[in-house]
């Protein structure tokens, strides 16, 4: 997070002040007051232009806790409906596929439905007749609104393709909604090329056949997954950014790094701050700051080029100060 507000001040110079509040949240504060979100912080947040969220947990921390009490509640309150994920192989970095795969799509999550809005129990707990169920919610409200701003992003494109990805050969119920949405929303858009792949299958497409790939749209459980894999191949979930965003801006969006917070190197200074720093970009986009989110872009993608030598002795704020440098110079 430092790194992250380091190259924010550092790209805008001082033109543009900005004034930031901090807020402790995650597992530390939780274990000194058994509190995730309170909601005064969640109202105070809502007089903030954005929101730049560190990555949290730690496994002293049960399960869900944060990431429902923290996390999902920030989504939620703040509809973020919108989870967006670009994935883009900058030059230099290694992709563990064969070749040089040119990878950049970018994957719109929704970010408010699915299986993801805790609509569920259990029954006989504890017995051997123990039932779970876990029931994904989909509104043709959300499918239409999420699929929409696909669209649109789709067609902002050079590419101006549109995949959807779902699983309705088992997924029925849902699957069609999705799908009957997809293609009524098409109509107003004759210039996007659509594509339907089930979730499965894209999977093997991530690996086989990445390029094929530009705007992707698909339900929260789907996206949550096939965005750690889209890290995966484009140099590893340190590099993987994304913005949480309420596109009406009634609401605070908020950016995130993909990852989680890597408790086992915490403290020792060798996290790589990049993906929080693409974040950064993403947020001064949303805001309106297009050349410095540029430059920030630009900034990583040189830095990626020429690190491979260095970043195994590099530490967290060493690789914060290189990219300082280059948005400011
Ligand atoms: C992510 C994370 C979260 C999610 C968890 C921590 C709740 O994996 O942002 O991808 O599942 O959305
Ligand atoms: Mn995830």
Known sequence: MAEGLKVLDAVLGDDVSVETTEYDLGARRWHAT?????????????????????????????SGVLERGLLLKLRFAFDHHVN????KLFPGVESPLAGKPEIDFVVVREGTEGPYVGNGGSLRTGTPHEV??????????????????????AQARPRRKLTLVHKNNVLVHAGHLWK???????????????????????TIFFVTQPERFDVIVTDNLFGDILTDLAAAVTGGIGLAASGNINPGGQFPSMFEPVHGSAPDIAGTGKADPTATVLSVAMLLRHLGFDAEAARVEAAVSADLAER????????????????AARVSG
């Open 180 to 202: 009957n949405i997809f293609d009524k929303v098409g109509e107003e858009f004759p210039e996007v090329t659509t594509d339907y792949l089930h979730v499965d299958a894209a």
């Open 132 to 153: 779970a169920t876990e029931v994904s919610l989909n509104t043709a409200f959300g499918i239409e609104r999420v699929v929409r701003d696909a669209y649109a992003r």
């Open 308 to 323: 491979a030598d260095t970043q195994s002795t590099r530490t967290t704020s060493q690789t914060g100060d290189a990219l």
């Open 84 to 87: 967006l994920r670009p994935s």
């Open 34 to 62: 058994g509190e995730t979100l309170p909601d005064e912080v969640l109202e105070e947040l809502k007089g903030h232009d954005a929101i730049l969220l560190g990555a949290i947990g730690d496994p002293s921390v049960p």
